[in-house]
């Protein structure tokens, strides 16, 4: 398992400066220990074969088996599933992608576990957990409210 912050491979004619690119095509299936206060069960849906921060585009690029999906970094702000963000008894979202500013952006992506990867954005909110399931349920979700 990879995460490569702010450095990519120059041989790349994507190569981006600002880009950064977590590579688990070869994830090795150990559950890592993490400092996860809320403990989660792990879900069972497969990690995507790759996810790409592209900075410059404003999106989170997942390559899935089934497809690539670009999720624009405010629409994912806008539905992080953490605490702060949705209350945990009522289930009501507090912070919504109108209160999400208009550049937000990622400014590190952490694996935690073998589940999930840890956004922390430039507001500052750093505390949102996106499982592979969640992401995936957003990528589908975007493709479809796109879709005609
Ligand atoms: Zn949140």
Request: aromatic letters at 8%; hydrophobic letters at 35%; charged letters at 20%.
């Given at each position: 398992m990879i995460i490569n912050f702010g450095v990519r491979r120059p041989k790349s004619p994507?190569?981006?400066?600002?880009?950064?690119?977590i590579d688990n095509r070869h994830t090795n299936p150990t559950v890592l220990k993490s400092g996860d206060s809320g403990h989660r069960t792990?879900?069972?849906t497969a990690p995507p074969l790759s996810i790409k921060s592209r900075q410059?585009?404003?999106?989170?690029?997942?390559?899935?088996?089934?497809?690539?999906?670009?999720?624009?970094?405010?629409f994912l702000r806008g539905r992080c599933p953490c605490a702060s963000c949705v209350n945990e008894v009522t289930g009501v979202r507090m912070v919504d992608v109108e209160d999400v500013p208009l550049a937000?952006?990622?400014?590190?992506?952490?694996f935690s576990g073998n589940y999930a990867i840890k956004i922390s954005w430039n507001d500052r909110h750093d505390t949102g957990l996106f499982t592979w399931e969640y992401l995936?349920?957003?990528s589908?979700?975007?493709?479809?409210?796109?879709?005609p």
């Amino acid at each position: 398992m990879i995460i490569n912050f702010g450095v990519r491979r120059p041989k790349s004619p994507l190569f981006k400066p600002r880009c950064f690119t977590i590579d688990n095509r070869h994830t090795n299936p150990t559950v890592l220990k993490s400092g996860d206060s809320g403990h989660r069960t792990p879900k069972m849906t497969a990690p995507p074969l790759s996810i790409k921060s592209r900075q410059q585009e404003g999106v989170l690029e997942l390559q899935w088996t089934h497809g690539t999906y670009r999720l624009p970094f405010r629409f994912l702000r806008g539905r992080c599933p953490c605490a702060s963000c949705v209350n945990e008894v009522t289930g009501v979202r507090m912070v919504d992608v109108e209160d999400v500013p208009l550049a937000v952006a990622p400014t590190n992506i952490q694996f935690s576990g073998n589940y999930a990867i840890k956004i922390s954005w430039n507001d500052r909110h750093d505390t949102g957990l996106f499982t592979w399931e969640y992401l995936e349920l957003l990528s589908k979700d975007l493709a479809t409210a796109a879709a005609p």
